[in-house]
């Protein structure tokens, strides 16, 4: 089978590293993401070819690390995959949000809930299984203290 370009640019090799530098405690759970990404890349690029269109491998990756990571049980907050893939939390959370609104059903229990503000605008925070991910975060680093 030909290799597809973007597979190519984002190999599978990319992924694993950076996979492993954010999972550094738990190498398994970063196999699994890292070869679980690699899959969803190649899968998308038959399907959707334009998607990866103007965006680098590693904002690829951060995005779905995020999101793979609350399917692994291996919550991770923006700030940690940003820092270990030496990418900005922005750039980041637009990477997640467009793997996200291309394929909802690949990332079942994530969602988004719009939250009013008093004046009058609202904001987007990202849900897994009905809660924050903020209050997940914020568990996850009262269990481990």
């Not at 103007?54 to 291996?74: D, W």
């Amino acid at each position: 089978m030909k290799k597809c370009w973007v597979c190519l640019r984002i190999t599978p090799e990319l992924a694993l590293k950076l996979a492993h530098q954010v999972w550094v405690e738990n190498p398994k759970i970063a196999r699994e993401i890292g070869l679980k990404a690699s899959e969803l890349i190649e899968q998308f690029y038959q399907e959707k070819p334009t998607f990866f269109c103007g965006l680098s491998g590693k904002s690829v990756l951060s995005g779905l690390f995020y999101l793979l990571g609350f399917q692994h049980q291996a919550f991770k907050s923006m700030k940690e995959i940003a820092r270990a893939t030496n990418t900005s939390e922005q750039t980041m959370k637009q990477s997640y949000r467009k793997w996200f609104n291309a394929s909802p059903l690949l990332f079942p229990g994530f969602k988004f809930e719009r939250v009013y503000y008093e004046s009058g605008s609202y904001g987007l925070y990202p849900t897994f299984k009905g809660k924050r991910v903020n209050r997940l975060l914020r568990e996850r680093r009262l269990l481990n203290e």
